[in-house]
């Protein structure tokens, strides 16, 4: 059983080394970035840890130098984009100030499922602070997540949302 993850990047550059070193240890077979055209040297960064671990992948997505974070995002083909060029059989989405635990591949060896839901720690400016959400913050939820999924060639993101923000699963078909 492989697994692959997923984590979209955007100046990121302080998370990313706790990031990888989680998903080595937890023995991840993939692990695919995507840099939305960070200035911090995130995607420096990323590119020297992608020669020394091969299950590495970076991919840099050209964001117009003059658009803002909700303008022109685009964060739905972004995702799918990260789906598209996974190959495991189990994808794992993971942000960069997020970990999991390192019997991840373990667990979901147990069992036979389509998707985990999990609970998430966010880490909130430093890798020691986890930031703790109020009830009505509909975008930094501290709710359950979707966060493996199956491998499916019908599941795509999608979004309502005019700048294709705050994406959710969806099976077409």
């Not at 091969?54 to 964060?75: A, D, F, M, T």
């Not at 199956?150 to 979004?159: A, E, I």
Request: net charge positive; with cysteine; aromatic share 10%.
């Amino acid at each position: 059983m492989k697994i692959s993850s997923n984590t979209l990047v955007l100046n990121e550059k302080g998370y990313i080394d706790g990031l990888i070193k989680n998903l080595i240890d937890a023995k991840i077979d993939e692990i695919i970035f995507l840099d939305g055209g960070s200035t911090d040297g995130t995607y420096e960064k990323l590119l020297m840890y992608e020669k020394i671990y091969p299950q590495i992948v970076l991919v840099k997505w050209n964001q117009p130098i003059s658009s803002q974070y909700r303008q022109g995002w685009r964060e739905k083909d972004r995702r799918n984009l990260m789906l598209g060029i996974s190959t495991g059989d189990y994808i794992l989405f993971i942000d960069a100030d997020e970990r999991i635990d390192i019997n991840i591949k373990k667990v979901v060896s147990l069992i036979d499922v389509d998707g985990i839901i999990t609970y998430t720690y966010h880490f909130w400016r430093s890798n020691k602070t986890v930031r703790v959400n109020n009830i009505n913050d509909m975008v930094w939820s501290n709710q359950a997540q979707l966060r493996i999924i199956k491998r499916n060639d019908l599941v795509k993101f999608n979004t309502v949302d005019k700048n294709g923000l705050h994406c959710y699963l969806q099976k077409k078909g």
